[in-house]
């Protein structure tokens, strides 16, 4: 293990106008716990305990930016009534000493038609493999629409006292699927060339970043490829990266996986499709993974730092920081991203496990999560609130 690499991530690091105080992120991971939409108490708590537990910084996850953007009903949206629960929640967080992020999207053709009531919107006409319905494709005054939906969002979320927000810009979601090749079939200044494919994406980081650049970190996450032929691929990515950049994004976290294709490409390990079954309330939904979910549902073998081959030729191509996510699960984990010229780590089922992972890494307590990559955590999203289902597991 490189010692000097393990003990840097517990030094101070910068993202624009940030300053945390160490290397370890919590990632955005889908927490459930957001009741038709509201952040509930549970949300709060369940950032409290992992800034407790050592991060420099914590990530609500996957807060659509409109009421349209959304998947699940339990998913949080922006607006102005919910600012004062997310106070709450950052205060928590910042008398913890960390700090608090919060990720934007817009789930795109992937909404759920029934949550959402009306028709996805998304880049072209494609069918929805989730709400079971064919997507919209987006005119100039919805995409202007759904840009200033992200500044809006923003501003809330610096009024809600978030320390950075992140651009979800991955995992098959609306600006992911303008990037993507497989989804984005428009023949106008949207499609076609990468530069174009990203134009959107580069849109809404250039207007966040006016509207609270220099106040709050504008990040975007960022697929390294969707893990599939046909997708985005690592070169169209090293270019949006770059894009990216030139748009003033102030750090890429980056990641992998289409959810309508690949949807554990992001995660790798098991497949727990029993689970998913039971949790599904659609009868539709749920007699289709049923019949197809081993086919729709591919698994992919885990190794640790899984994303980070890929990800170094994002790192050789900006000089922006990168948070490098994707089975970090040991300090020999850590100490790799560190030593490729990684600014920061990110981990999620190693924190959901444990809230106190990274307290306990950085002190040499540990070397590696007990998490046995099981993915059951995925299915109690829609059972209450993600948790660890290992027995003692103390995020259980």
Not at 128 to 155: C, H, K, P, Q, W
Not at 225 to 230: C, L, P, V
Not at 238 to 266: H, I, N, Q, W
């Amino acid at each position: 293990m490189n010692t000097e690499a393990i003990a840097s991530a517990a030094t101070p690091g910068t993202i624009g106008p940030l300053r945390l105080r160490n290397r370890i992120l919590k990632t955005a991971t889908f927490e459930g716990m957001c009741p038709r939409g509201t952040p509930s108490d549970a949300l709060t708590e369940h950032h409290r305990r992992v800034a407790q537990g050592g991060v420099g910084m914590t990530t609500v996850a996957y807060c659509a930016v409109q009421r349209e953007g959304r998947t699940y009903d339990h998913q949080m949206w922006m607006r102005p009534e919910i600012v004062p629960a997310l106070r709450r929640l950052t205060d928590a967080v910042r008398a913890e000493g960390a700090a608090t992020m919060v990720q934007l999207g817009h789930s795109g053709f992937f909404a759920d038609s029934k949550v959402i009531d009306g028709r996805p919107l998304g880049p072209s006409v494609v069918f929805n493999t989730y709400g079971l319905s064919f997507a919209r494709a987006m005119s100039e005054a919805d995409i202007e629409r759904t840009t200033e939906a992200f500044v809006d969002a923003a501003r809330m979320a610096e009024e809600a006292g978030f320390a950075a927000v992140e651009i979800h810009v991955g995992h098959g979601y609306l600006l992911s699927q303008f990037l993507s090749p497989f989804t984005n079939r428009r023949r106008d200044r949207w499609g076609g060339s990468v530069e174009n494919r990203a134009r959107f994406a580069c849109q809404v980081v250039r207007r966040v970043k006016d509207a609270v650049g220099g106040r709050v970190a504008v990040l975007a996450k960022l697929n390294v490829s969707d893990g599939f032929r046909g997708g985005l691929t690592l070169e169209d990515a090293v270019e949006v990266a770059r894009l990216l950049e030139a748009a003033g994004v102030d750090g890429l976290v980056m990641s992998g996986g289409f959810v309508a294709k690949t949807p554990l490409y992001m995660l790798r390990g098991d497949v727990p499709l029993r689970e998913m079954i039971a949790v599904q309330e659609s009868p539709i939904r749920k007699m289709g993974l049923y019949l197809f979910g081993r086919l729709f549902v591919q698994r992919y073998p885990f190794t640790e730092d899984f994303f980070l081959d890929e990800a170094r030729r994002i790192r050789a191509a900006v000089g922006v920081p990168l948070v490098l996510l994707g089975g970090v699960h040991s300090r020999d984990g850590v100490a790799r991203a560190m030593a490729a010229g990684f600014e920061f780590v990110g981990m999620g089922r190693a924190l959901i496990h444990d809230p106190d992972f990274a307290t306990k890494l950085l002190r040499g307590e540990v070397e590696r999560t007990p998490c046995t990559v099981c993915n059951q955590c995925i299915a109690e999203m829609d059972r209450g609130g993600v948790r660890c289902v290992l027995p003692g597991a103390p995020g259980g």
